[in-house]
């Protein structure tokens, strides 16, 4: 057990979408807590409700039934600045006709920070990434795994509490892969972060400190992890 506040708690979350017969069951059942400095990989078969646990515990997604709180974040994460969670998608995600350094700030910017502020908050960790000497491209300019370190850049830039990343290495390679998947560990631990992961690559997932296996639409987590 660990003092580390509780950044997100759920208990007995379902997350039904249509009705009637053609109904689709993706989340059941799913209780779970996430604390600070927590770094867990949610593993799974495409299907198995791992996206739809992570989009309801980041707030983007309503449950159809269950409870969910943050605690540890002050609130509903979608009434609290941009940014307070740190998001990172599988598939493309960068604005194509912003700038790398426009494309880190847009979170700051969108929570009424100054633009030349932004700009310079966005500057900075792409340097800390080792990724300053893409600032001035465009994402047309840049490959695909570049692409997804600047998406982790933009999830780190206003320091999140709780950082939720949805296969975030499905489409790369595995060198690719494996420098997304420690540049997201190592910046978790500096920011003292929750981490959760989604993925079905074994390779990923060993590199995490905790896996959760999504069965039958809920995570099987260990006894101090279940929401009470």
């Known amino acids: 057990m660990t003092d580390d506040p509780d950044l997100v708690v759920a208990n007995d979350l379902a997350r039904t979408y249509g009705r009637g017969p053609t109904a689709v069951v993706a989340v059941h059942g799913a209780s779970c807590r ?3 400095g ?5 593993v799974g078969p495409s ?3 791992k996206s739809t646990l992570l989009h309801l515990l980041a707030g983007i997604d309503t449950p159809t039934s269950g409870v969910i709180r943050w605690p540890g974040l002050g609130g509903f994460p979608a009434r609290l600045p941009a940014g307070s969670v ?3 998608f599988q598939g493309p995600s960068l604005l194509p006709d912003l700038d ?3 494309n880190v700030a847009f979170p700051l910017v969108l929570s009424g920070q100054p633009g030349s502020s932004a700009r310079a908050a966005a500057l900075a960790t792409l340097d800390q990434l080792e990724l300053g000497d893409l600032a001035a491209k465009v994402p047309g300019e840049i490959s695909g795994g570049q692409a997804q370190r600047v998406a982790v850049a933009r999830a780190l830039v206003a320091r999140p509490r709780l950082i939720l990343a949805d296969e975030p290495t499905g489409q790369l390679d595995h ?3 494996a420098t997304v998947i420690a ?11 929750g981490l959760l992961v989604t993925t079905h690559d074994p390779l990923v997932a060993d590199q995490l400190e905790t ?3 999504m069965v039958d639409g809920r995570p099987t987590v260990g006894a101090d992890a279940v929401a009470r």
């Open 175 to 177: 060198a690719s892969a």
């Open 86 to 88: 740190g998001l990172v």
């Open 211 to 213: 896996q959760w296996q």
């Open 183 to 193: 540049l997201l560990i190592s910046q978790a631990r500096e920011l003292n972060a």
């Open 100 to 102: 790398i350094a426009e």
């Open 34 to 36: 996430i604390r600070a």
């Open 47 to 49: 299907g198995s409700g």
């Open 38 to 42: 927590q770094q867990i990989a949610l």
